[in-house]
């Protein structure tokens, strides 16, 4: 438990005192909404709000893959991934902890984008806001909890950058369903179905439980 | 020139494992079979010859699913065990799953194209064996981009496992999702007519066989490329050796 709470406060540190992967990620997923509104007709916005919720989470999930690639590139330096395997703790809790980090960096990345994407494609979040931060941060679980296990493997490949949506993206599809299902769901009637929900749960928990037992044999011996 | 502890690299004549004969002698037997049990079947009455896709349409699919169930099985043994063979084995039911699920995305639009009209549609099934494809092709590429042999294996291991582990939750997911269920029953609700059951029964056994033996065949492959790459690497620590004692003694 020790373990995770120092392994996620040094990575919040990092960013603290760098702020290079917050800032990298927000322009990023601001530069895809900007293509978003030039790539559609001018008039999407306003007739079809359907299209809108599936945008948001291409946005996110192009904003997490670039964050997620940054999360264990900068272990690589003075080698500080081989002192964590070294340490003598349950790698486990290493792993929540780099997850953790993840999640609250990527969660500050989201609510930004969020309002940004309200304000320009006129969509009314305002009064869905809870219900809606509830759908994102189940959303984001999903993703940071696959996403860090799989950052851990790329970052030993080569290619990383291009390793890390190939191994991502396909098995993120359940996460991405359940959670663009969701937002339209809130969008549309200001409620969502609850098997949405329950799908998003089911799906977080089994990759998290999944990722803090295998973790254990992602970091070199 | 090969020292004693080192396998010396074999040499063509004793390539053939007696489990490469035997998977091969039952393929041949049983696709001859296959091949009379098929165009002897009876005609479909309302789709006509095309229907006859299914006899491999489904096969292969069977045997994908086998090699990406076995994936996932080596790998959690390799995990457990740290023996070098389940990686191997691991990889070749990987990559002979690829190629069967490959046949069965090719076969399928064929049969739908003459049957639905279109050559696509976002069925779930269709869905899960297009991503359950991509999954594995990833699954190949992680191996191919990782160096040092343990480490991909390891690597390997808890990818494939969590492939298979996510087949149910993306089915669920693709189903809530509206995909609109075109695809035929499975089998054991009777969707099969009177006569089509043999030459449907001999075509999965001889897919099941093709699998074997292009298994066996893909293992052997790896175990040769081992031997080799170690008959080379005491070839340079000889070379080395020669050179420090030439070096050593000039005359």
Redesign the interface.
């Known amino acids: 438990m020790n373990v995770f709470v120092a392994v996620l406060w040094k990575d919040l540190v990092c960013e603290w005192r760098s702020r290079d992967r917050v800032v990298a990620m927000l322009v990023f997923s601001l530069l895809v909404v900007m293509i978003f509104h030039f790539a559609l007709p001018s008039d999407v916005a306003a007739e079809n709000q359907a299209s809108l919720p599936g945008l948001l989470w291409i946005a996110y999930v192009f904003a997490a893959l670039l964050g997620l690639n940054r999360s264990f590139a900068l272990e690589l330096e003075n080698d500080a991934l081989s002192a964590m395997a070294l340490a003598p703790v349950e790698r486990g809790w290493i792993f929540l902890g780099k997850a953790a980090a993840n999640f609250i960096l990527f969660g500050l990345v989201q609510a930004i984008t969020a309002a940004i994407f309200a304000l320009v494609f006129r969509m009314g979040l305002l009064s869905i806001a809870l219900p809606l931060m509830g759908v994102i941060a189940l959303g984001s679980l999903g993703i940071t909890a696959l996403g860090t296990l799989f950052a851990a493997i790329s970052v030993r490949t080569r290619f990383r950058e291009i390793m890390l949506p190939l191994l991502l993206l396909p098995l993120l599809m359940p996460v991405l369903i359940g959670a663009v299902s969701a937002t339209s769901a809130l969008l549309r009637t200001g409620s969502t179905p609850f098997h949405n929900i329950q799908l998003l749960i089911v799906t977080d928990l089994s990759y998290l439980i999944f990722s803090f037992l295998a973790f254990d044999h992602v970091l070199d011996e | 020139m090969t020292p004693a502890h080192s396998p010396t690299p074999p040499s063509p004549s004793d390539t053939a494992h007696w489990s490469e004969r035997a998977t091969a002698a039952v393929l041949v037997l049983l696709s001859s079979v296959y091949a009379w049990s098929v165009a002897s079947a009876p005609l479909d009455r309302v789709q006509g010859v095309i229907q006859k896709i299914l006899y491999v349409h489904v096969p292969c699919a069977f045997a994908a699913y086998l090699g990406f169930a076995l994936t996932a099985l080596f790998g959690a043994l390799y ?1 457990a065990r740290r023996q070098e063979i389940f990686d191997k084995l691991a990889l070749a039911a990987a990559e002979v799953g690829v190629v069967f699920c490959t046949l069965v995305i090719i076969t399928g639009p064929i049969w739908a194209r003459g049957t639905w009209g279109a050559w696509w549609t976002w069925d779930p099934r269709l869905t899960v064996t297009l ?1 359950l494809w ?2 594995y092709l ?1 699954y190949l ?2 191996r191919a ?3 040092g042999g343990e ?1 991909t294996a ?2 390997a ?3 494939g ?3 298979l ?2 087949i149910p ?2 089915y ?3 189903d ?2 509206g995909g609109s269920a075109m695809h035929p029953e499975n089998l054991e609700r009777g969707s099969l007519g009177t006569g089509m059951g043999l030459p449907f029964l001999i075509g999965t056994l001889t897919a099941f066989a093709a699998f074997a033996h292009l298994l066996v065949l893909r293992v052997r492959v790896e175990f040769l490329r081992l031997a080799c790459a170690r008959a080379a690497q005491d070839r340079e620590d000889l070379e080395l050796l020669a050179g420090r004692t030439t070096k050593e003694n000039p005359q």
Do not use: K
């Open positions: 995990l991503l991509f999954v990833s590429m992680l981009f990782t160096d480490r390891r690597f291991a808890v990818y496992i969590l492939g582990l996510t939750l993306n669920f997911a693709i809530l999702f």
